[in-house]
């Protein structure tokens, strides 16, 4: 049998945890490991592996995977798809641009659109020029921050970039256009232009609306639980459904959820045409599967208004399945419309319905793509009525020469095997593309049209999809043994199993047999199946080997044989003590293990005579001995010699020894933190980036006592609650992004279960952005759940050094957690003394200035010695005052790093007079940055207002 890479292997492993490390170490310079690396991306159920998978094929940079990697952008999960673009970008193809200019429109999450911009820009250059300019109206500042830098940089180099830019801002309205417009000639120019010096008018006007606006969304949240539906504004619950806060989100639904008023669930449905707003597009799928409400009466009178494609969608869903046929007609009539996106969502209800068949067939030949995606993908779910397979597989046929994409010739070849169009497979099976000619040859090769040299030409093909296509009964028993590619190996066997009743015993044997022997468990599992015990000797041998494998499903499979064999005592007893008796020791003790495994008057006969018999190897006797404990007490009687020979089993000690605490690590620099009486480590770990359990460890050892944690922060979970005996020396520091009494203790409780502890050390109000979020009723109820003994401290973190500063002057806030670094310093003369003064423990977070401090500042020579992380830290950490800084490394490299500061916690005051002037650098280009590109229009509700706007003024609200 041909060996196999032992990590090609373990890809297939049914343990996740097996094949998340498999990825790594497969070898990526090799095509088999590079194939390998393929099936994982668009085969395996879990997203790391896929994710990991689609790193490593970019970092090999073989741009023969391009097409594999572009398929994977249509993977569910947004971490995969993540990996995919960064992997295209690793590769250089341009046949990423059109799926970017795809994903800046439509892709939901805004990580995923960042990473499709900055793909774009690596790869193409100034022919990404007119998506970067469209991304500049992205809803999501980060997204289209990445925009601005990509035509900065290309900017810097291209006049045509410099002029389309200008062009376009001066075009532009009041808007994030104009802004980020703005932002690039200053970079260009090295000037730095205020933000008042008409780049952009500023943020449309939030309407007031009383009792219900805040800044901060955890405030409004707890004003809206206090009102009834009919209190609050529709339009405000319909915006609220876009907003960041899931809190907020969720009981905006439940209001509109209560009202049941058609007029909300048409403004609802405008979040539909903007999946670029996070969450929006669900809470109203959401909303629609809950709410009750004529929908007939509804679906009618969006049908009647000019359609949108969001609520189209809806409506043509509804029309079919409650075959109305009236509207019905209506949604045909809207698959014909100007507009793309209006008649792919008017199709994607028709495709259900099978009286339009003949519109929805019609639709293979728009010009949109998208459009003809929504007829494919109703092919690939195979309608049920054999009729409308034959339908579709001849429309689908006709088809063929328009189609362009290989996800439409995949959809035209299995159509042409449909209907046994041996011309078309014919053509098809030369096509440019892998995986449609493995289609095409599948479908010949299942109506047996190949010839043997076709057949043999794509046997030796380096791709496992081509050589799995072609498979037949015969090349299969090679493949089973020979082929390079597990997958090919696992095709070929499942081939053979649903053939076996056409191949003859012996044939059977040579496969169950060369299975048996394979690395991967799931061919020895398949090939134990294949297996008779009263067969040939080897295939018992083979069975009894097996059923001592250490795969479970192997053990199962072969059991499963085992015990249906009528015969199988007498087989047994002949290969233990016949004249051909085996003598190799594990298959005489798997042998034994079967013979005696009743455990009745005759399996004690057969267990007397071999632990009789002096011929025995010790390893046998040993098994034989443990094998006796099987049995009953009482049948040991007649055979005392026996009796002795049985193992005793160990008694336990009814006393139990008592445990020594282990010893808490040194804690060298610990810090008091402020009044609280909690001593704390200089750095503070947050479980954000998933760190190992192992490097948490090591922090832990170092001298970090101290930990952020968040609900979903798994991997810090799991390490804490492994931390229970030595609690006391830790310092959790956990909060809520709620508002409210009742909130508040439903929070500390749930951290408490999850962490399985008996109090929390430090709770927070996360992210207070309003001095509302900060008052009596709250902090009241915090100051009971400390008397409770459930908290130790409390306080709340902030980007607002003004509303901290006031907030310590009006309550005792015992801790406060708040941004400082060398570039934003305002809290060193503001907050830092009156919390010193007031004896508030501090805590500061981006000490980096999200890495900004670690980069080049402007008019700052390139090779100038940047500051370092832990400067960044030791910069912090040396106000007075402050007590510890918060770090979320990604990766143990960077946690290595950042451990650094336990030692020395401070900066040299040498040092400081310079990481104030870089810092004061990098926060005036920051400045003109957040004014002109992260604080500029075409946030959540910019987006929401401008759904509004496309039909005019809104409707009346309450």
């Not at 990580?111 to 193409?124: D, G, T």
């Not at 529709?234 to 960041?244: A, R, S, T, Y």
């Not at 959809?411 to 014919?426: M, T």
């Amino acid at each position: 049998m041909t060996p196999l890479n032992p990590a090609a292997v373990r890809l297939f492993d049914e343990s996740a945890e097996v094949r998340r490390e498999a990825v790594d170490a497969v070898d990526a310079t090799t095509l088999t490991g590079r194939y390998a690396l393929r099936q994982a991306l668009l085969g395996d159920e879990d997203a790391e592996v896929r994710a990991s998978a689609a790193r490593r094929l970019g970092e090999a940079r073989d741009r023969l995977f391009a097409r594999a990697l572009i398929e994977a952008l249509r993977d569910p999960l947004p971490m995969v798809r993540d990996r995919v673009w960064r992997a295209l970008a690793r590769m250089g193809t341009r046949e990423l641009l059109p799926q970017a200019e795809q994903a800046v429109r439509e892709e939901p999450v805004w990580w995923v659109r960042r990473a499709a911009v900055r793909a774009a820009a690596s790869v193409a250059g100034t022919g990404a020029l007119e998506l970067l300019i469209q991304t500049l109206e992205d809803p999501f500042w980060r997204v289209r921050s990445a925009a601005v830098q990509a035509l900065l940089w290309l900017g810097e180099t291209h006049a045509e970039v410099r002029q389309r830019v200008r062009a376009v801002g001066d075009a532009a309205g009041p808007g994030s256009v104009r802004a980020a417009a703005a932002y690039l000639e200053g970079a260009w120019t090295s000037s730095a232009p205020s933000p008042q010096e008409g780049s952009f008018a500023g943020p449309l006007p939030v309407p007031a609306e009383a009792g219900l606006d805040d800044q901060d969304p955890a405030v409004v949240t707890a004003r809206l639980e206090r009102l009834s539906a009919s209190e609050v504004p529709l339009i405000k619950l319909v915006e609220w459904l876009g907003d960041p806060h899931e809190p907020l989100r969720s009981l905006a639904r439940r209001r509109l959820i209560e009202l049941r008023d058609p007029e909300a669930v048409r403004l609802v449905m405008r979040w539909l045409d903007e999946p670029r707003v996070p969450h929006s597009a669900d809470e109203v799928r959401s909303l629609l599967q809950r709410i009750d409400l004529d929908e007939l009466a509804l679906a009618s009178r969006i049908l009647g208004e000019p359609p949108r494609p969001g609520a189209v969608a809806w409506a043509a869903r509804i029309a079919v399945r409650r075959d109305h046929p009236e509207l019905i007609q209506q949604v045909q009539a809207l698959a014909r419309h100007a507009e793309p996106a209006v008649r792919r969502a008017a199709l994607s209800g028709l495709v259900h319905d099978p009286a339009s068949r003949e519109v929805v067939l019609a639709a293979l030949s728009d010009p949109d793509a998208s459009v003809r995606d929504e007829v494919i993908a109703a092919w690939e779910q195979r309608p049920p009525a054999p009729s409308a397979i034959l339908a579709f597989a001849r429309a689908l046929v006709a088809f063929a020469p328009q189609a362009c994409t290989p996800h439409e010739r995949r959809a035209v070849a299995g159509a042409a095997g449909c209907v046994g169009d041996e011309a078309l497979l014919a053509r098809l099976s030369t096509d440019a593309d892998v995986s449609v000619r493995a289609v095409a040859l599948g479908e010949r090769s299942e109506q047996g049209t190949l010839t043997e040299e076709e057949r043999r030409d794509a046997l030796s093909h380096e791709d496992p999809w081509i050589r799995t296509a072609v498979l037949d009964v015969t090349s299969a028993r090679e493949a089973c043994e020979s082929d390079p590619d597990l997958s090919v190996r696992r095709s070929a066997l499942a081939l053979l199993a649903s053939h076996r009743v056409s191949l003859s015993p012996n044939e059977l044997r040579s496969v169950g047999l060369a299975s048996a022997r394979s690395p991967d468990p799931w061919m020895r599992a398949r090939g134990a199946e294949l297996l008779h015990a009263e067969g040939a000797r080897e295939e018992l041998e083979a069975l009894l080997r097996l059923s001592l494998d250490s795969s479970p499903m192997v053990r199962a499979a072969a059991a499963a044989v085992l015990e249906a064999c009528e015969t199988l005592d007498a087989l047994l007893a002949g290969l233990l003590r016949g004249p051909m008796r085996t003598r190799e020791p594990d298959l005489r003790a798997s042998a034994y293990t079967w013979l005696l495994r009743r455990a009745d008057s005759t399996a004690f006969q057969h267990l007397a005579a071999a632990l009789r018999d002096t011929s025995e190897p010790q390893r046998v006797v040993a098994h034989l001995e443990a094998m006796t404990l099987i049995f009953p007490d009482e049948v040991f009687s007649s055979a005392p010699d026996l009796e002795q020979r049985r193992p005793t089993r160990p008694r336990r000690d009814k006393t139990p020894t008592k445990r020594t605490p282990p010893e808490s690590p040194s804690r060298p620099s610990l810090r008091l933190l402020g009044n609280t009486g909690l001593r704390v480590s200089p750095l503070v770990l947050s479980g954000a980036n998933g760190l190992s359990a192992a490097s948490l460890a090591e922090a832990h050892e170092a001298g970090v006592n101290t930990f952020f944690w968040e609900t979903e922060y798994l991997q810090l979970t799991r390490f804490l609650r492994s931390l229970r005996s030595q609690r006391e020396g830790l310092v959790l520091v956990a909060g809520s992004y709620h508002s409210g009494p009742a909130a508040l203790r439903r929070d500390v409780e749930s951290a408490l279960r999850q962490l399985r502890t008996s109090w929390l050390d430090v709770f927070l109000l996360f992210w207070v952005r309003s001095p509302e979020r900060l008052n009596d009723e709250d902090f009241e109820a915090l100051e009971k759940l400390r008397a409770e003994g459930k908290l130790r401290a409390f306080g709340f973190s902030t980007h607002l050094r003004d509303v901290a500063t006031e907030a310590i002057r009006s309550r005792p806030w015992p801790v406060v957690m708040t941004r400082h670094s060398a570039a934003y310093r305002g809290a060193e003369s503001s907050f830092f003394p009156e919390a010193l003064a007031r004896g508030t423990g501090v805590l500061t977070f981006t000490a980096t200035c999200y890495g900004r401090l670690l980069q080049p500042a402007p008019g700052v020579p390139a090779d100038a010695v940047l500051p370092t992380a832990v400067d960044c830290y030791r910069y912090s950490l040396s106000q007075p005052g402050v007590s510890a800084c918060l770090s979320a490394p990604r990766s143990h490299r960077e946690l290595a790093q950042n451990l650094e500061v336990l030692a020395r916690p401070t900066m040299v005051p040498e040092a400081l007079g310079a990481m104030q002037a870089h810092g004061a650098r990098v926060r005036a280009r920051a400045q003109q940055f957040n004014a002109l590109i992260r604080q500029a229009p075409g946030g959540t509700r910019d987006t929401f207002l401008a759904l509004l706007d496309e039909e005019g003024e809104p409707p009346p609200t309450r």
